[in-house]
Structures are given as C-alpha cells and as structure tokens.
C-alpha cells in the first residue's frame, strides 16, 4: 500500500504559532494530533471477501478486518460488534449474506485518510462494493477504541468528509491529497485555492465550491464512476 504523509499545516515553530495556525488553517475544522493525516493508495489487486467464520477470526484491529467482519457477519448480535452505534435487526440482510458466494461478492477498497483527534484514532475508507456484475460507491469513517475499530455515523464536518469520499471518484481524491491537476479547469482551479505554501487547507477543501460548469464528460472524471 503506497502511504503519503500530509503536514496540513505550517511547521510550528512553538505551541501560540500552532494555535494560530489550527485557528486559520484548520483540517476537518478539528484539532488534529501533530497536524498529520495519512493518505493511503490501495493497490489495484487489494480485495476484502468475507472469508471471517466468526468475530473472534475478525477481530477488527484494523479498519480493513472491520470491513471484513462487516462483510461476514451473519447475524445482527456479530453484526453490532463492527458499529458504535445501535443497528436494527436486519434478517432479511443477513439471510443474504448466508445464502451469497463468498467469492463474487466483495469490497475493493480504494483511498484511506488516518489521523488523530482528542485522543482518539479515525480512518476515512473509501471503497467499492462489488457484488457480482455491479458496483456500488461507498465509505466508512471508523474510530478505535481499546484496539478495536468501529463504524461510527458521522456528524458535523465528518459529514462533509463522508460524502466527498463517497462522491469523488479516487482519480478526484489522489488529486486533492497529492496536490496533482486532473486536466478539469473548474476542479483544478478549486484545487489551487484549497492550498497554501503547498499545504493543504481541507476544512476550506469541504467547503469549496466552483460557479464553472463542467461538462458531462468532466464530470465523469470528477465524480465516482459508479454514482447513478
């Protein structure tokens, strides 16, 4: 897994000059630890089937073996156990996964974002869901605690990070997290006013928004592929 990392801000040169640049160039508008965030590519063969029996085999001590418990779990009390929040007793859902192929259907995972915010560890995944000829676009935030992680429902401005993962096609991503054009004049032009001194700003990222139209084509290269 190619990993990239990101000093979002300045280089502090003492605690005030940190503050202040947390105060006008925050991330995610939360007080990230070091002001770090770890971009990651997933190679193009990466996959997640839903090879675990039980919990137990899954574990979740990375954001990848949640997925993959999400993937296996086949009934609502191994379910809960991926979540930090209450889920409803789906048995229609898990009556699919008992009844489905364990090889066509799988997750592909494409970019993920990992930092630290009051004391706690958060993973952004970007991935598609493959389920024998169609795809579909989706993302999880998880957060860990005590060694494990779970999903979590966003709120706030992670709300805004959870939908720009989800509709942003990964060639979109690579270009917001390496600082790289992607040929699109409206999106380039956003990307320019999104960074400082070739750091990345991404609260104002979140907020950015373009008065250029793009073209249906530009928008292809935009959007995930897979959005209807």
């Not at 156990?81 to 699919?96: F, M, Q, T, V």
């Not at 493959?130 to 999903?151: A, G, M, Q, T, Y």
């Not at 040929?183 to 990222?205: R, T």
Request: proline share 4%.
């Amino acid at each position: 897994m190619k990993t990239i990392l990101i000093n979002i801000f300045f280089i502090p040169l003492c605690a005030l000059g940190q503050n202040r640049y947390l105060s006008n160039y925050p991330s995610f508008g939360l007080e990230i630890k070091d002001q770090l965030v770890f971009y990651e590519m997933y190679p193009n063969d990466f996959k997640i089937f839903g090879k675990c029996s039980s919990y137990t085999n899954c574990e979740n001590k990375f954001p990848e073996q949640t997925l993959m418990s999400i993937l296996s779990a086949d009934n609502h009390g191994w379910d809960q156990k991926n979540y930090n929040y209450a889920l409803k007793n789906n048995l229609e859902k898990y009556k699919l996964i008992n009844d489905m192929s364990r090889q066509s259907v799988f997750f592909k995972p494409l970019v993920k974002v990992t930092f630290e915010w009051n004391k706690s560890r958060y993973a952004i995944i970007k991935y598609h869901i493959h389920d024998n000829d169609k795809v579909i676009p989706s993302c999880n935030i998880l957060v860990e605690k005590e060694n494990r992680w779970f999903v979590i429902k966003p709120n706030g401005i992670l709300t805004k990070a959870y939908f720009m993962f989800n509709y942003l096609s990964q060639k979109s991503l690579n270009a917001i997290f390496t600082n790289k054009s992607i040929g699109v004049k409206a999106f380039d032009e956003q990307l320019e006013s999104i960074y400082l001194n070739g750091m990345l700003d991404f609260k104002k990222a979140l907020n950015s928004t373009s008065t250029t139209k793009m073209t249906e084509e530009e928008l292809k290269l935009v959007l995930d592929p897979f959005i209807n």
